[in-house]
């Protein structure tokens, strides 16, 4: 595939993230200011959670960085790429290859096997179908899955499921994967078990951003920042 927005290509020592001066406001009434001039760096292979309470912006914010939302104020560079001003198309296709989304309630296809559910992303990426299969074999023993590929979903675990979303997540070994309160279905065992899945990726050298309302899972991470009304403060 080519690089989307020829304008400006990726910087290989650019950090991964960078927004500058985002705002994101909903017009109402009563028009609601979601983000308000927040400024966040975030470099290859870095670990970072964002905490807050319900309501203060994180959707927000993991819909910008995952290029599901544009900010109404501000720029975002993604790879050291502007992204504010790519296309819908532009924007889909950085996305695919560079983003890998994990969401609280797995949003897996419910009627397909375990190896559909991770094929899926590479489906129209133009990898040849045997180099698919293998990816997906990969991703899904790496999260340690191998003897789960023909069931589906609903036969599974909530920790399974998750498992299974994570390795859809990589198998397009995008640079930067962003989970939106991805252990906010999990019970406090699985969720430990999903951040150490979480973790060992990281280790691999994949850059990590969490989302979650959840202290203790916040304070795994050697960068947490804290997010209220709509600002971010670095916790130290
Ligand atoms: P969190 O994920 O931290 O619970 P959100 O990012 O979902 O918070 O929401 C932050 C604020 O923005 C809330 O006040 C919410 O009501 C508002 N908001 C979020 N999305 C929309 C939208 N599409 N339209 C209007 N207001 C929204
Ligand atoms: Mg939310």
New binding site residues.
């Given amino acids: 595939m080519t690089e989307a927005g020829t304008a400006e290509a990726p910087t290989p020592d650019a950090p991964i993230v960078e927004l500058r001066d985002v705002t994101r406001s ?1 017009p109402g009434p009563p028009e ?1 200011q ?1 983000l308000k001039s927040i400024n966040l760096t975030v470099s290859a292979g870095e670990y970072v959670t964002i905490v ?10 993991l819909n910008l960085l995952g290029l599901l939302d544009r900010p109404s104020v501000g720029e975002y560079y993604l790879n050291g790429q502007l992204t504010t001003q790519l296309d819908e198309n532009e924007r889909a296709a950085v996305r695919a290859t560079t983003i890998g989304f994990v969401f609280q309630a797995f949003h897996l296809m419910p009627h397909r096997t375990v190896l559909d559910n991770v094929l899926m992303p590479m489906l129209y990426s133009g990898v040849p179908r045997a180099e698919r299969e293998d990816r997906a074999h990969d991703a899904l023993r790496r999260v340690g899955l191998s003897h789960r590929l023909d069931f589906q979903p609903g036969t599974l675990s909530g920790g399974e499921r998750q498992r299974v979303a994570v390795a859809r997540a990589v198998v397009s070994t995008p640079r930067l994967l962003l989970a939106d309160e991805p252990t906010g279905n999990l019970d406090q065992t699985t969720s430990g078990e999903v951040m150490e899945l979480f973790e060992e990726l990281n280790a691999d050298g994949l850059t990590l951003v969490i989302i979650t309302h959840d202290d203790a899972i916040a304070k795994r991470a050697p960068r947490t920042i804290r ?1 209220s009304d ?1 600002r971010l403060s670095e916790v130290a």
Wanted: hydrophobic residues 35%.
């Fill in positions: 909903f609601v979601a807050g309470p319900s309501g203060s912006g994180k959707s927000t914010m997010i709509g």
